[in-house]
């Protein structure tokens, strides 16, 4: 599927700049990711994506530049806000709560929209609101056979779609996925890569990626970073052969 | 077992330890009866630490500063004439400590592991000086409550026996309000706020809050437990706010096991009867001097070789009998904290 042409853009970052001293980690970067379609951005390590999807979840603030989500400018928002108003993230290693049930750590993460913490007396099981969006996000990312199991004990691929399933329980508008196949089997891959295309409808997904194969399979456009800065974004056709990116990053294939 | 049967013996060890702790004064002498109700009150102390280092993850060193202000508040706040009420008394004290602990907390947890123990200690030593070097609370000589606090005419906490069930009463209300508090959303967000608090910012909780709110009510409980300590003793110092109070009410909730209301019980109690029982000259002769030396080996021991705490001994001797085949680790922390 590719984007349709006036899709609502729901996240956009403008000239978003990251200074480590005297290191440029991010360099004007600009970036829209409109609903329905997965934006992929690729690079080798140090390109700075995991900056800028830092950046974009508001976890480190930029030195310039600015973020807006759903038409609303969000740069000096806390990363907590910007959860709440939309904004889901994963991240690169898993940060799953190993000894919590899959149910469990998918209704946690549910219960952010409906925190409601001075209802100390009421368990926190019985918020319908929270118990009914946990099962649906397992459901959607395919654990709903293991809500009772420990998320410890899981396969390295259910983990993965276990951390999907937590963003998903909070029912973002946005996705920014670090690195979802990361150590993924080609069966995973697969559940993987489906999960993303049935996720596409609904939501704007910025995908961070090192498999090539799946990125060029499933993005509708390709974002291409290089020591900070954006050296070429286009459709995967365009990115294809795109000199400058066959040069400087595909040049090995 | 399932998690159901799990839950329910661990509330039937819970139940019958407090059923034994109601019908205990029938059976021991006066000096049992002293001996349990301090140690209640130890446990009360552990149980509000129990609900930062073990529920929240946040390692706190400078507890003894909310218990000794509890505790100093009950005897600045007493009128010297007569008996105060208990009905007043009591809150007073707790939100005392609560505001100081609001204060400390406000402060201290913008910092993170190692500081924020360094500046929660820090903030405890403050006090501890304050009293130690003015003469608020009497200096180092420390200051007597010369009128034990009454409920009406029939609480007069003055006798050993009331003031044992009103720490008992304290105690149980402690241990259910956390395990309720626990299992709300309150309390699974600090279960999360423990394992992975980046995690739960992303998810959308901003987490200060949460920490402070659970910094305050840890102050507060701490400081109804000095409040205890000071009726019962009927004589405050400074050594309630000194860091080796601080230290021990660690020790007491290592021992039991942290992560588990239960754990802070049952440390509080082997902390206490493994201290009286180096202290004891009947069995050490000249030696129990020394009975830090004894008391200190054996929590080394204990730690080392415990390292889910007394709580987890069953689990343990259980997966030495089965075998170690079965990943239960894991798993069986799940839900109930309690």
Known sequence: MKPETNAPVLLRGRDITRRWGGLVAVDRVSIELTRGSVHAVIGTNGAGKSTLINILSGEIPPSGGSVELLGQDVTRWAQPRRARAGLGRSYQRNTI??????????????????????????????????????RDAAARAGLDELLERPAGLLSHGQKRQLEIAMCLATAPEVLLLDEPLAGMGAEETERMLALLDQLRADHAILLVEHDMDAVFRIADRITVMVNGSVIASDVPAAIRTHPQVLTAYLGDH | MTMNTIDRSKAAFVAACFAALALLPWLAGSYGVDLVTKIMVYAVFALSLELLVGATGLVCFGQAAFFGIGAYAAVLLSPASEAASLLWLLPACIVAAALYALAVGALSLRTKGVYFIMVTLAFAQMAYYVVHDTPLGGGTDGIYLTMKPVLGTWLDLDGALSLYYLTLVCLVAVFAFLAVLLRSRFGRALAGIRVNEQRMRATGFSTYPYKLAAFTLSGGIAGLAGFLFAVKDGFVNPELMSWHLSGAVLIMIILGGLGHLRGALIGAFAFALLQEFFKSEAIFGAFA??????????????????????????GQWRERLVGRSRPVAVGTEALNEA
Request: hydrophobic fraction near 45%; glycine fraction near 6%.
């Open chain 1, 97 to 134: 709560y190993p000894s919590f049930t899959v149910f469990e750590n998918c209704r946690l993460a549910a219960q952010a929209r409906a925190q409601k913490p001075w209802r100390w007396w009421s368990d926190a099981q019985r918020c319908e609101a929270s118990t009914a969006a946990a």
């Open chain 2, 289 to 314: 001097r020394h009975w830090h030396l004894g008391l200190g080996l054996t929590i080394i021991a204990s730690v080392a070789l415990l390292p889910r705490g007394l709580v987890g001994l069953p």
